[in-house]
Nanobody, 124 residues
Framework: QVQLVESGGGLVQAGGSLRLSCAAS????????MGWFRQAPGQERDFVAA????????TYADSVQGRFTISRDNAKNTVYLQMTSLNPEDTAIYYC?????????????????WGQGTQVTVSS
């Protein structure tokens, strides 16, 4: 089992920045791909960014490309999502997920474990 705990969410003005963290416990996640997804009220859970266990070949949703950066520190069992130039459309609950599968990281069903989420609210 893998337990994931997100933190770092909050209220920020448009144009601001936040850094989310996802701390893993249980099995070491150094060999798992990690992803960030977000879910706005009444909407499906959408892909944001993903990073393979090696840390290379990160992928992003078009809506966040160039504004968000995903990274990981395997020694700390932690994945980060640096978010800049935030706008109200980024408001959502952000979830991190872990998967031992390879590829198709933008699909919710590919992930085996999820955190409880952290709320990000961007005011205009």
């Amino acid at each position: 089992q893998v337990q994931l705990v997100e933190s770092g969410g909050g209220l920020v003005q448009a144009g601001g920045s936040l850094r989310l963290s996802c701390a893993a416990s249980g099995r070491t996640v150094s060999r798992y791909a990690m992803g960030w997804f977000r879910q706005a009220p009444g909407q499906e859970r959408d892909f944001v960014a993903a990073i393979p266990w090696s840390g290379g070949s990160t992928t992003y949703a078009d809506s966040v490309q160039g504004r968000f950066t995903i990274s990981r520190d395997n020694a700390k069992n932690t994945v980060y999502l640096q978010m800049t130039s935030l706008n109200p459309e980024d408001t959502a609950i952000y979830y991190c997920g872990a998967t031992y599968r390879s590829g198709l990281y933008d699909i919710v069903g590919r992930y085996d474990w999820w955190g409880q989420g952290t709320q990000v609210t961007v005011s205009s």
